[in-house]
């Protein structure tokens, strides 16, 4: 579903005029239409204003800004207002808020404060968002629904009573018996077997290990129970208005919340980025989540929430320098967002977020940020023909939100330090650099369709997830701790990689994890050597048609054994490999890729070109196609030059 009332590139940012005297609203209308706004994202934590007691609403206020947005040609993201609930609803009722582990109940005086399984805070989230679409699924301004905010930021989960009463329920639906729940949990292990539902707790704080089976159905559960809350407001606004789509921002690769199944859920893909201007490799880590975003739904999303300059919640927030702002923007573009919006227009005088950057900075119009924003929006102007297309990529990272629970379950592990995040990225990262496009995919859709798939890790792994690799016809690579446990977190028998061993030839005779200061030496059979940190295994070829060894390691305990091996299309790669550019080496021959220098990020989005020079530095780059460059409106071709934190966006000219 497309926002068909909003042509060409969105561009904006969260408004919160009910902050701001009402004659200033004037000059945001007339400010915004000067900076080219599209549309704004009104309404987020605006429950006690427009529900100020227990059924009694005020919407004369939103009435008005909503007729001015419509006024000024600017679209409206309107909020149900449902993420913080009002005071009276706390006071009426203390059980809506959350309880930490500790049995302690939150307070009421920060955002996002409620417990997700709250059937007092569900009915009132439903009531609320009922009359926001009686009152405004008319409404002209309307361009889409934005549910709640930034689920599991500040409440992922509760331990509360009613929270304990969901859980069982949703073990029950479940597992259907006790004797099945007892059999998944391996509940004969330190004599916790269960007799009633009833008498299963969330995980709380414990005397010592808590068991890992419990542990990832609770965050199975609490991911489910947070889309519950989700859903319930968007079946009533889906039956209400039709015809608006209905999104929530999601919050990069998170690990709380499952977002292949979230993304099912609503009708468009919307993120929030952050990345780090004092990072310097902070761009690779957001294209990662923004390739994700995109690969949810296979088509383009919405980047609903980033900082034009500071953010308030970091140690210390350093301000983008000039030309950053501009090229992330351009950078999520690339990646496949249909619109760049801000956290926020106007900058707060006051609150938690006073010193977080906005489009308009307490300085006005003579600054340095409100001349970023004037130049951004000019930009977004230019490229309004890229809103729509698509973007093909030939390479796979499989990433599966079970498997990222059971592998950082807290306690019990060989190693608390296989991180799901690092494991993407040390593979993300140099396919990046070398200018290929990348799909995210779960471990349970088809993959037959790419010609490399990369598994950096898949600690828990099923029948049909095996299966599923197993129908990869083009080049498979397996990482380290991959087909350990089944879906109930259960070793598979004879150990790992479990139901990949057949496919990968080999068996883990142990895990060999490495201390924080080990390295181990690898060899590969060319002569060239690498370096393994953190993880390592001992392998032994296995089966009738055993692995190749394609490298082995060298010095330690393990002199000789396999490190790296091949059997048919599938490579396992049983370290972390400090450089992984030599196995990308064996399987990406064919793959489309641009030829840039380190620090520019080239990204193709059907017929554009995008250039992004993340360094400090003048970059040569040498153009693969001639096109027109739709920033400059000027024709392109051969050897180019790239100024520091600038971009090129090309329209490549004839059939590629």
Known sequence: MSLTRVPGLLFGGDYNPEQWPEEVWAEDMRLMSEAGVTMVTVAVFSWSRLEPRPGAYDFGWLDRVLDLLHEHGIAADLATATATPPPWLVRDHPEVMPVDAQGVRLEFGSRQGYCPSSPVFRENAVRLATAMAERYGGHPALAMWHVGNEYADHTLECFCPESARHFGAWLEARYGTIESLNAA?????????????????????????????????????????????????????????????????????????????????????????????????????????????????????????????????????????????????????????????????????????KFHSALLPHGGTRTRGWQDTLRLGSDLRRLAEVAGTGTHAEVALVIGWDSWWGLEAPESMPSNRLKLKDLLLAWYAPLRARGITVDLAPPDRDLSGYRVVIVPNLYLCTQEQAGRLASVTGDLVVGPFSGVVDAADRVHDGGAPGPLRDLLGVSIDEFWPLTDDAIQPVRYAGGATGVARTWTEWVRLDGDDPAAVLATYEGGDLDGLPAITRKGNATYVSCLLDDVTPVLGEVLGGVAAVEVPAGVEAVRRRRHLFLLNHTTTRQRVMLPHPGTDLLTQTRLRGDIELAPRDAVVLRIEGDT
């Not at 292990?189 to 159905?217: M, S, V």
């Not at 999104?247 to 990069?252: E, P």
């Not at 880590?285 to 994700?292: E, G, I, K, N, T």
């Not at 975003?293 to 308030?312: C, F, I, N, Q, Y």
């Open 185 to 353: 949990w391996g509940t004969s292990c330190w004599g916790q077997h269960y007799t009633a539902f009833g008498h299963i707790e969330p995980p709380r704080k414990a005397p010592g290990p808590i068991n890992p089976a419990q542990l990832l159905d609770w965050r199975r559960f609490c991911s489910d129970a947070l889309l519950e809350l989700f859903s319930a407001e968007r079946d009533v606004l889906r039956v209400m208005t039709p015809d608006v789509p209905v999104t929530t921002n999601f919050m990069s690769i998170l690990h709380g919340l499952d977002y292949w199944a979230w993304a099912a859920a609503e009708d468009l893909v919307s993120d929030d980025a952050y990345p780090d201007p004092a990072d310097g490799q902070s761009h690779v880590a957001v294209a990662l989540s923004y390739d994700l975003m995109r690969s949810l739904k296979g088509r383009p999303w919405l980047l609903l929430e980033s900082a034009p300059s500071a953010v308030s919640w970091r140690e210390v927030n350093v301000p983008k320098p000039p030309g950053m702002m501009r090229l992330h923007s351009l950078q999520a573009v690339a990646h496949g967002a249909d619109g760049v919006m801000f956290f926020q227009w106007r900058q707060a005088k006051y609150g938690p977020e």
